[in-house]
C-alpha cells in the first residue's frame, strides 16, 4: 500500500492552532512579575539599553497589558506589522531584565527567537510587495516556515557548542556526566527540601558514574540529534520523526537532570510535530481506505 | 542542492546559527553552552539558617541552580587579575563570594517580604563533588554566614 504525501502546506485549523498556541508560549514565557532589585550583569539588550524601569511593576504591568493587547492583534493577523515588533520588543526586554541578574537562563531565548523570525518573515513580505517581486507564498507559511528554522537553529548551535567547547572529545568527556545527575538531583531537593525522587536519582547518578562508557553511548545518541535538526526542514515526515525523538530527548533530559526545557518541548509539538495536522491526515486517510473497502451496492 | 540555493531556502536557519555562535550568551542569542562540557569535578552551592539546617532556596525566590549561578558571576571576576596581583586562593574566592552572595540576597523583593527575616545567620554552603574511580564523592563547606 502507498502511503500518500501529505501537504507541505497548512490548512487553515492547522495554522490556527499554532497561532493560538504559539501566543500561550508568548505569555507563559513572559514574566509578569519579577523578583529583582537591579540589573547587576546586564545582558544582551540589556547593554544596549537601560532596562531599569521594567523592575517597577508599574511599568511591567504596562508592558504586559500592551503584550496580551498586541498578541490580540497577532492571533486576528491584524496590523501585524505593528503587534509582532511589540510583542518581540516587550519579550526580549523582560527576559533580558531575568537574564541579568548574573544566573543565564536557557529556556525562553527559544520563544524570542521564533518570534525574531516571525518578525523578519512580516517585513520581508512587506519589502517583496513593495518592490513587485513575485511573492511565493503566503505570509502565514513564510511564518511557519521561519520559525521552523529558527527552533532547528537553536539545537544545531547547541550541538555545534558542545564539540567547539570540548574540542570535539564531548562524547568522551560524557562519561562524567553521573556527577552532573548527582548535582541537578540535589539542586531540585535545596529548591523544596522535597525528598521524593532524591534516592533514586542519586543512586542513578552512582549508576552513572560507574558505567560511564554506556552513559557516553547514550549522550552520542542526544548529540547526534541536535546535530541532525535541520532535517526537520525537509518536509512533514522528517519533522514528525525528528521532532519525536528530540521531544523524547528533552523527556529523558527531564526524568534524568530535572531540566525541563518547557519552551523547547512547546515549540516543538506546535511547529514542528504538530498532532493537530497528524491527527486530521490519520483521521481523512483511514476514512478514504474504509470507502476504498466497502462493497459497492451493485457487487453480486 | 547546492549550498547557495540551501541558504536561499533556509535564510533564518543559517542566520541564527551564525548569530547565536558569535553573540554567544547576549540575550536573546545564546550558544547554549549548558552542559557543552564535563569534568570530574563539580559543585553546588545551597542555604542553611543559623542551626545549620537547610532551607528551601524557593523561599528566597530563586532555583538552587541560579543561586549557583548568582554565586560563580560573582566568584569568577575575583580570578581577573590585573597584572602583577596576587591571584586569592580558592577558599578566599569562596568567600567573598559568599558574602557576595548574601549581599544580593538581602536585596531580593521576595527576601524583604518575608517576616521573620530569613537573613540573620543565613549561611551560604558549598558541596563539591569529586569522580573517583566510577564513584562519586562528597565534600561540603560552609563559605559565608550572616550576622
Redesign the interface.
Known amino acids: 500500500m502507498k502511503i500518500p504525501t501529505p501537504s507541505a502546506l497548512h490548512p487553515f485549523y492547522e495554522r490556527l492552532f499554532m497561532r493560538l498556541a504559539f501566543a500561550w508560549v508568548v505569555v507563559l514565557s513572559t514574566p509578569s512579575k519579577l523578583?529583582?532589585?537591579?540589573l547587576?550583569?546586564p545582558?544582551?539588550?540589556?547593554?544596549l539599553i537601560d532596562l531599569n524601569f521594567l523592575i517597577n511593576p508599574k511599568w511591567l504591568g504596562v508592558c504586559y497589558v500592551l503584550l496580551l493587547i498586541a498578541l490580540g492583534f497577532y492571533l486576528a493577523r491584524v496590523l501585524l506589522w505593528l503587534a509582532l515588533p511589540i510583542i518581540f520588543a516587550i519579550h526580549?526586554a523582560v527576559?533580558?531584565v531575568v537574564?541579568s541578574?548574573?544566573?543565564?537562563?536557557?529556556a525562553p531565548?527559544i520563544v524570542?527567537?521564533v518570534l525574531?523570525?516571525q518578525t523578519?518573515a512580516c517585513y520581508y513580505d512587506w519589502w517583496l510587495r513593495r518592490r513587485g517581486a513575485a511573492i511565493e507564498c503566503e505570509l502565514e507559511e513564510r511564518q511557519i516556515f521561519?520559525s521552523q528554522?529558527?527552533i532547528?537553529?537553536?539545537y544545531?548551535?547547541?550541538g555545534?557548542?558542545?564539540l567547539?567547547?570540548?574540542d570535539g572529545a564531548?562524547i568522551f568527556?560524557?562519561?562524567?556526566?553521573?556527577?552532573?545527575i548527582?548535582?541537578?538531583a540535589?539542586?531540585?531537593y535545596?529548591?523544596?527540601?522535597n525528598l521524593a525522587g532524591l534516592n533514586e536519582q542519586l543512586a542513578l547518578?552512582?549508576f552513572a558514574?560507574?558505567h560511564?562508557v554506556l552513559l557516553a553511548a547514550i549522550c552520542a545518541l542526544g548529540l547526534g540529534l541536535e546535530l541532525l535538526a535541520?532535517l526537520i526542514?525537509l518536509g512533514r515526515w522528517w519533522s514528525l520523526i525528528l521532532g519525536l525523538c528530540l521531544l523524547a530527548f528533552h523527556l529523558s533530559i527531564a526524568s534524568l537532570m530535572q531540566?525541563a526545557f518547557l519552551f523547547h518541548r512547546l515549540l516543538l509539538v506546535i511547529y514542528i510535530i504538530s498532532p493537530i495536522f497528524w491527527s486530521v491526515w490519520g483521521a481523512g486517510g483511514l476514512m478514504t481506505l474504509r470507502r476504498k473497502n466497502r462493497p459497492s451496492p451493485t457487487s453480486p | 542542492m547546492s549550498l547557495m540555493r540551501l541558504l536561499a531556502r533556509w535564510p533564518i536557519f543559517f542566520t541564527f546559527t551564525v548569530l547565536c555562535l558569535v553573540a554567544q550568551e547576549n540575550y536573546p542569542f545564546s550558544n547554549f553552552p549548558m552542559y557543552s562540557s564535563f569534568a570530574p569535578k563539580s559543585y553546588f552551592v545551597y542555604l542553611a539558617d543559623a542551626t545549620g539546617q537547610p532551607l528551601p532556596t524557593f523561599r528566597f525566590g530563586l532555583s538552587t541552580a541560579d543561586l549557583k549561578k548568582v554565586f560563580n558571576s560573582k566568584r569568577q571576576p575575583l580570578f581577573r587579575l590585573e597584572k602583577g596581583a596576587a591571584k586569592p586562593d580558592s577558599a578566599t574566592a569562596d568567600r567573598v563570594a559568599g558574602a557576595e552572595v548574601l549581599r544580593h540576597l538581602e536585596k531580593l523583593p521576595a527576601v524583604r517580604r518575608q517576616r521573620p527575616s530569613l537573613l540573620p545567620g543565613l549561611q551560604v554552603r558549598r558541596v563539591d563533588l569529586r569522580w573517583k574511580s566510577g564513584r562519586i564523592e562528597t565534600e561540603m563547606t560552609t563559605i559565608a554566614q550572616h550576622p
Open positions: 523578583n529583582v532589585h537591579s547587576p550583569a545582558n544582551g539588550v540589556a547593554r526580549v527576559n533580558a537574564n541578574q548574573g544566573a543565564i537562563h536557557h531565548q524570542s527567537l525574531l523570525a523578519a521561519w528554522q529558527a532547528a537553529a537553536t544545531f548551535v547547541a555545534l557548542t558542545k567547539i567547547a570540548s564531548w568527556q560524557a562519561r562524567f556526566i553521573g556527577l552532573q548527582f548535582k541537578t540535589y539542586q531540585a535545596y529548591n523544596t527540601l547518578a552512582q558514574a560507574a560511564g535541520p526542514l531540566l
